[in-house]
């Protein structure tokens, strides 16, 4: 159950994204859903192999580089979920996957708080 409501608020997350941010576009919530199951999936399997690739340069960077693989996934899973999840650009990219982070960490703050308590 908590897995669902995180996937539909990554979700809603995503649009936030695309009406504050023109360089990301959302057609409907169908794909919104689609998009951040994408996203979900390229960061749990791709990123962790890109993290270890890339530590050395992680390290001269003090960790900027983390940036550049957030915005990579980002990217990626607008490659694949096709047209009704468009990112345009790297730069488009990188500022929608920074977006996406903070709105993502005030819901899930948000709803930890209010449906998740055990």
């Known amino acids: 159950m ?3 409501i995180k996937w539909l608020l990554s979700a809603l ?3 936030c994204v695309a009406y504050l941010y023109s360089g990301v576009e ?3 919530f169908g794909a919104a859903l689609i998009a951040a199951l994408l996203i979900g999936l390229c960061n749990a399997i791709v990123r962790p192999i890109l993290v270890v690739l890339t530590l050395p340069v992680t390290v001269i960077t003090l960790g900027l580089f983390l ?3 957030n915005a990579l996934m980002f990217w990626a899973a607008s490659g694949i ?5 468009q990112v345009h650009g790297f730069w488009a990219a990188l500022i929608g996957s920074l977006l996406y982070s903070v709105i993502s960490l005030v ?3 948000l709803t930890s708080r209010l449906l998740f308590r055990e």
């Not at 979920?81 to 999840?85: C, K, N, P, T, V």
């Open 13 to 15: 997350a995503l649009l």
């Open 81 to 85: 979920a096709g047209s009704g999840f």
């Open 2 to 4: 908590k897995l669902l």
């Open 26 to 28: 959302v057609r409907s």
């Open 67 to 69: 940036f550049v693989i």
């Open 107 to 109: 819901i899930e703050s």
